[in-house]
Each structure stands twice: as structure tokens, then as C-alpha cells.
């Protein structure tokens, strides 16, 4: 097989329990760069597809490639080193924490320094910096002494995406990242998103319900529909698919 130029490839993923098919040959190539959203009807396999890319459950057959290697049979922590970066539908926080402690701990542990949460943090040292950064980027400058278990939900989605940029992935996985965020919130959240893309340069796989968000985020859209992808294409185009919207967008309305 030759080297791909995709951040990310997947390959005839299959996964199947006690007979039953999860997903059944899913093929996604997403270049370097793109920001593609997976959107599908519960129990399409969405987030079983997270779970196998980044590491979570073994496929039962099939490749996902990261930057052209093989990860399929790597580690969780090894496919993070490898500049994999994923959020959860649930928050993955540590709440105890302020906020700037959650992404300092994210900046350690890339700049290789000594995991501490007890040392009292010098707002000189080079993970705070990092930290401070990537807090004002995502407009939560203002938060850092706060706990990160006191934040909103949007607030809280805002300061994941503060961990992840800390540990510098090249590619990242966005699971539902408006679950759960006020309507009002969801405006500024979806630019924190714009942003991190734009600026970053990181390619982007996103799991939302919202379609409205997806659409207005994305470049391409795959749509998941029973284990397989019914669709991928530019969000026009899969708006405009009758067999999407029969399969999904219909039955969804
Ligand atoms: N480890 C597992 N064992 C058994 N069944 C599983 C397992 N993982 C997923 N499933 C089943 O696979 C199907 C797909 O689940 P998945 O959570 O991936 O869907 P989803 O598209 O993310 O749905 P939602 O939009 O509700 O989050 C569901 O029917 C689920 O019950």
C-alpha cells in the first residue's frame, strides 16, 4: 500500500459484537487540513468510530492510519504522542482543578516537565505561558483561578479545547462538543472551534447533532447511517441528498 498524504485515513474499518455489525467497511480519507463533521442518527456508530480511531476498541478488521503510519493495534497514550487529540461527549476535566491547572498539566506533560499539581505554579514558568495562551484563545483569560468543575458547559467545552491545544495534536476529534451547552452558548463555542482550526491548522473530525453547527463548520460532511457511510460530500450537497434526507435529515425534522 503506498504512503497516504491524509492526516488521517480509515480503511475498511469493520466491528462487530456477538454478531452483531457496528460498522461494517468504513472508508474515510480526511487531508491534512480539513475539518470534516460525522453526523448520523443515534446508534449510527458515531462514537464507536471515535472509540476504534483513537484507540479505545480494537476494529475486528481494517486500517486507521495517522499521518500515513499505522496506528491500528497502538496504544491510547502512544496515538496522543503520535499527535492524536480527543474530547468526550462527558467531560474528561479534572473538576478539583482551576482552569489554569487543567491545561497546565496538558502543556507539562508535551514540554516534558515534572507532573505536579501540589507545586504551587509560577506564572513565569513555560507551561503556564503555553497555558495562559491557549486559555485567552479560547476567551478564558479572565476564568483561570476559577474551578474547572465550576464552569458552565460551554465554558467547560471551551477549556477542553485549551487542554487539547496544549498537547499540540495534529489531529483532533471533536465528540459532540455542544452536548449539553446552553443555545446561547453556542455561537462562541462554535468560533472557539473556527478558531482553533484556523489558527492551528489541525485537521478536525466532529461528531454533532446540532446540523446547523456542522454545517456552518465544516468542509465536508460524512453521514453515518447503520455502520456505513451512507454520504460524504460538501454540507450543500448532503443537505440537498435525498438519500440523506431520507435516511436521516428526514426522519430527524
Ligand atoms: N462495545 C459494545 N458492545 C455492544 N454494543 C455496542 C458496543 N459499542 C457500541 N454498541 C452498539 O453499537 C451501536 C452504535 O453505537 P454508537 O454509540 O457508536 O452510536 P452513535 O451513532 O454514537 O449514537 P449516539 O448519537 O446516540 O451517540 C449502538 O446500537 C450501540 O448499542
Given amino acids: 500500500m503506498p504512503p497516504t498524504s491524509a492526516a488521517l485515513t480509515v480503511e475498511n474499518l469493520s466491528f462487530a459484537v456477538g454478531g452483531a455489525k457496528i460498522l461494517t467497511d468504513v ?5 491534512s487540513g480539513e475539518i470534516i463533521g460525522v453526523i448520523g442518527p443515534n446508534g449510527a456508530g458515531k462514537t464507536t468510530l471515535f472509540n476504534m480511531i483513537s484507540g479505545i476498541h480494537a ?3 481494517g486500517r486507521i492510519l495517522l499521518d500515513g503510519k499505522d496506528i491500528t493495534h497502538e496504544r491510547i497514550h502512544r496515538r496522543a504522542r503520535a499527535g492524536l487529540g480527543r474530547t468526550f461527549q462527558t467531560s474528561n476535566l479534572f473538576p478539583g482543578l482551576s482552569v489554569l491547572e487543567n491545561v497546565r498539566l496538558a502543556a507539562q506533560r508535551r514540554l516534558g516537565g515534572n507532573l505536579s499539581v501540589l507545586r504551587f505554579p509560577r506564572r513565569s514558568d513555560d507551561a503556564t505561558s503555553v497555558a495562559l495562551d491557549h486559555l485567552a484563545e479560547v476567551g478564558l483569560a479572565d476564568r483561570v483561578d476559577v474551578l ?8 467547560k467545552r471551551k477549556l477542553e ?21 446552553a443555545r446561547a452558548d453556542v455561537p ?34 460524512a453521514v453515518l447511517h447503520q455502520g456505513t457511510i451512507l454520504a460524504l460530500d460538501e454540507p450543500g450537497k448532503i443537505m440537498a441528498d435525498p ?3 431520507s435516511a436521516y435529515l428526514g426522519a430527524a425534522a
Avoid: F, K, W, Y
Fill in 188 to 221: 462562541g463555542l462554535s468560533e472557539v472551534i473556527r478558531g482553533m482550526h484556523r489558527d492551528h491548522g489541525c485537521t478536525v473530525l466532529m461528531v454533532e447533532h446540532h446540523i446547523d453547527v456542522v454545517m456552518g463548520l465544516v468542509d465536508r460532511v
Fill in 148 to 155: 474547572a468543575g465550576g464552569l458552565s458547559h460551554g465554558d
Fill in 59 to 61: 476494529p475486528t478488521a
Fill in 243 to 245: 438519500l440523506v434526507q
Fill in 27 to 31: 472508508n474515510l480519507e480526511v487531508p
Fill in 161 to 181: 479545547i485549551a487542554v487539547l491545544l496544549a498537547m499540540d495534536p495534529s489531529v483532533i476529534l471533536l465528540d459532540e462538543p455542544m452536548a449539553g451547552v
